[in-house]
């Protein structure tokens, strides 16, 4: 008998055979798996993972049909909910989320609820299953900005309460930072991105790629000119961030943004893709969130000896836990408690060290982290030919610099209502890391499908 105090174990490449390829990590559960491990779940009455999940799975109840070996009845529950399930049973970070309130997990491991919701998703694509369209529409139009996971699931929640729902895309690619910042290891394009967007296009979504709202067309004009009643702004936080040290500008030098949108969406990993990128021999990745993991994985794929510098310690790592555990079995190192002070620079303006200072840990910050401070006399050289700064992100300011009537922060993140989305412009709204700076897929898809709710009660009223 399987002790249902633990996690039935999910098969994952070797490590050493992956490290060479861009094929997915993670193989996922089969059917006779996915069921063993919903027989774990305690089925709770007041279910605690529930109130863990961002946009409130009802975690039971598609668990309960999985157990049952109902996987389109399982696909059913999840819909109602999410509309990107195989990307969420990927990427969030369950285990600080419904995994991390459950039950279960008091006395043992907790149910793979992740996982799960992955197989249930893979299943159902498999199978041609789809989440079923409006019966009818009610006339009334919608612009969504942006692709990511709160525009898309701002867009699939409105077409189906029947709004006409128009998506606009920057990029010549829809997903957003589904396909342009998370590798291909960890989250396939064609197999699963593009299967979701399609599924939230089969609603009665439609997208319009290559529009840059503030230069095509700007907001003030889809409301006025173009007869959309109502505003989502998804567009996401893209604009990097760097150090300010010397050397930054030096050639060699990345943002994680730039190092991973070349690979992801620009194919630049592939010989057979004409969209080249540098690929150093000795890589160093400063910072210590999943981004940072994601640029030294796939500089690490590419062929380098990869260093992760990161100026805390492993405890205050924010990157998930998985993660950092992949990266590890992979054969990356953790230079920690280290901070870069300049990177060295040849007579070609080429990257040929970088110098860093060792730390350690003081009084607490207002974040409530202990802060880091120099350990006097402690500076090395880091021999590595390649930088990827990954610092985190911000919003491009052009779509707030366009558009009249709309306020936003010193971090020039829109301000927006928590609850509903509502910004200082009538009719529009926000969500996601445009509001709120870089932060995790399921909290961009929780704003988008607040915005929805707050889009539809906003328009009810207006055309009562």
């Not at 798996?33 to 598609?62: D, H, S, Y």
């Not at 907790?110 to 893979?122: C, N, W």
């Not at 890391?433 to 704003?447: E, F, N």
Request: glycine share 10%.
């Amino acid at each position: 008998m399987a002790d249902v105090l633990k996690k039935v174990p999910v098969r994952e490449q070797d490590p050493k055979v992956r490290a060479t390829n861009f094929d997915e990590v993670c193989l996922g559960y089969n059917k006779e798996e996915a069921m063993e491990e919903a027989a774990r779940c305690l089925t709770c009455k007041n279910a605690k993972c529930v109130q863990g999940c961002p946009v409130n799975i009802n975690i039971p109840a598609f668990i309960a049909q999985v157990k049952e070996g109902k996987i389109e009845e399982a696909y059913k529950v999840i819909s109602e909910s999410s509309a990107l399930p195989a990307i969420c049973g990927r990427v969030c970070p369950q285990e600080s989320q419904c995994e991390g309130k459950c039950i279960r997990g008091i006395k043992g491991e907790s149910v793979s609820i992740g996982k799960l919701e992955r197989f249930v998703a893979d299943w159902a694509r498999e199978n041609g299953i789809k989440p079923p369209a409006p019966e009818t529409k009610n006339g009334h139009k919608v612009a969504v900005i942006g692709s990511g996971p709160s525009g898309l699931t701002c867009a699939g929640d409105l077409a189906k309460l029947g709004y006409d729902v128009t998506i606009f895309e920057a990029l010549h690619e829809a997903g957003g930072v589904l396909v342009y910042g998370i590798p291909e290891f960890r989250l396939p394009k064609l197999d699963v991105v593009a299967k979701e967007v399609e599924n939230v296009k089969s609603l009665g979504v439609k997208i319009e790629t290559n529009v840059i709202i503030g230069k095509s067309v700007t907001i003030d004009e889809l409301m006025d000119e173009e007869g959309f009643e109502a505003v989502f702004i998804g567009s996401g936080a893209g604009l990097p961030m760097f150090m300010g040290i010397p050397g930054e500008t030096a050639k060699g030098v990345f943002s994680a943004n730039e190092y991973l949108t070349r690979n992801n969406l620009m194919k630049a990993f592939r010989d057979d893709y004409d969209t080249p990128i540098v690929r150093g021999k000795k890589v160093a990745v400063v910072g210590g969130g999943n981004v940072a993991m994601d640029a030294a994985r796939t500089a690490l794929r590419l062929g380098a000896e990869v260093h992760i510098v990161y100026r805390r310690s492993e405890a205050e790592l924010p990157a998930r836990v998985e993660e950092v555990h992949h990266a590890k079995e992979e054969g990356i190192s953790f230079d920690l408690l280290t901070n870069p002070k300049e990177i060295l620079v040849d007579e070609n303006d080429s990257v040929c060290g970088m110098k860093c200072i060792r730390m350690e840990l003081g009084e607490p910050d207002a974040s409530g982290r202990r802060r880091p401070v120099e350990v006097p006399g402690s500076e090395f050289v880091l021999d590595v030919d390649t930088v990827i700064m990954s610092l985190g992100t911000s919003p491009n300011p052009l779509i707030s610099s366009t558009t009249i009537g709309l306020d936003v922060n010193r971090r020039k993140c829109i301000v927006a209502d928590e609850t509903t989305g509502q910004t200082s412009k009538d009719g529009v709204f926000a969500g996601g890391d445009a509001v709120t700076g870089a932060a995790t897929v399921i909290l961009a898809m929780g704003a988008g499908k607040a915005a929805a709710k707050g889009i539809h009660e906003f328009l009810s009223a207006k055309n009562a």
